[in-house]
């Protein structure tokens, strides 16, 4: 009965190099999301996944940032040659349509020097 | 992006008291869902209204949703310290899959 989980909760890293981020959701929920929160502001969009489907990516801000899901389950963002200004919580959530909420996980918190 | 906007950003209310917290959006919509977040990490779903109703009841919480204003109203009644989080409105874009997260609204109960 566990909940969408992340890792890791916290990451530091140094400008330019590369980030994995890791996402498992609700066991049995096809959709998933990744959304970037600034301090202090909102969720933006970063893309979504559903099924087989091909992914929403048009959230992505550059092409530094990749994601994928294997086998319809976990998932992993992927920031390439990261900047400061990535510097952020990344929160990924999970559904299962049709209903429409999603269960967020504890995000990742990262932080580029 | 089409972002959600909450007002006012932040509140500080005591305990006890009511909190009303509100959110504007812009496009067309099937749902409106209202989520708390604590200490900046996941957010928990509180509420969901759908389009074609007006008002929502669940425990502490009431939601209103006008869509020719294009606007949705969360009220906490009886606020408690651990209420104290930040609230945010999600519409689904246009009806798609897509949600729009609004800036939200930080509340602070004081005890």
């Known amino acids: 009965g566990a909940g969408v989980s992340q890792s890791p909760s916290n990451k530091v890293t140094e400008k330019g190099k590369d980030v994995e981020l890791r996402c498992d959701p609700i066991s049995g929920h096809t959709a998933l999301y990744w959304y970037r929160q600034s301090l202090g502001q909102g969720l933006e969009f970063l893309i979504y996944f559903q099924g087989n489907s091909a992914p929403d990516k048009s959230g992505l801000p550059s092409d530094r940032f990749s994601a994928e899901r294997t086998g319809g389950s976990v998932s992993t963002l992927t920031i390439q040659r990261t900047q400061q200004e990535d510097s952020a919580v990344y929160l990924c959530?999970?559904?299962?349509?049709?209903?429409?909420?999603?269960?967020f996980g504890p995000g990742t918190r990262l932080t580029v020097l | 992006s089409q972002q959600g906007e909450e007002d006012p950003q932040a509140l500080s209310i005591q305990e006890g008291e009511n909190a009303t917290m509100n959110c504007s959006y812009k496009?067309?919509?099937?749902?409106l869902q209202w989520y708390r977040q604590n200490s900046g990490r996941g957010l928990v779903h509180l509420i969901l209204i759908r389009s074609n109703e007006r008002e929502k009841h669940s425990g502490r919480l009431r939601v209103t949703l006008d869509t020719s204003k294009k606007s949705s109203s969360l009220l906490i009644t009886a606020s408690r310290a651990a209420d104290t989080a930040s609230y945010f409105c999600a519409t689904d874009d246009g009806g798609t899959y897509k949600y729009i997260f609004g800036t939200g609204t930080r509340l602070k109960v004081l005890a």
């Open positions: 496009t067309s919509i099937n749902n």
């Open positions: 959530a999970s559904r299962d349509p049709p209903l429409e909420w999603q269960f």
